[in-house]
């Protein structure tokens, strides 16, 4: 069916789609909400002290 070089290429060809497959799911579950979560909790802060710093004037 396959010749051996094939099935190395084959095997690696899964390897690959397996990693990326897996790799997405990690930064769509873990990497991008917490970004997401930092990020709007940097602008809340930097609201924040914004109003104080305008209320001191």
């Given at each position: 069916?396959?010749?051996f070089d094939?099935?190395?290429?084959?095997?690696?060809f899964?390897?690959?789609?397996?990693?990326?497959?897996?790799l997405?799911?990690?930064?769509?579950?873990f990497v991008?909400?917490?970004?997401?979560?930092g990020?709007?909790?940097?602008?809340?802060k930097?609201?924040?002290?914004?109003?104080?710093?305008?209320?001191?004037?």
């Amino acid at each position: 069916m396959f010749e051996f070089d094939q099935y190395l290429g084959f095997l690696a060809f899964l390897t690959i789609l397996t990693i990326g497959f897996w790799l997405m799911i990690f930064l769509l579950t873990f990497v991008v909400p917490y970004w997401l979560v930092g990020n709007l909790r940097e602008m809340m802060k930097e609201k924040r002290e914004a109003k104080k710093a305008q209320l001191e004037e």
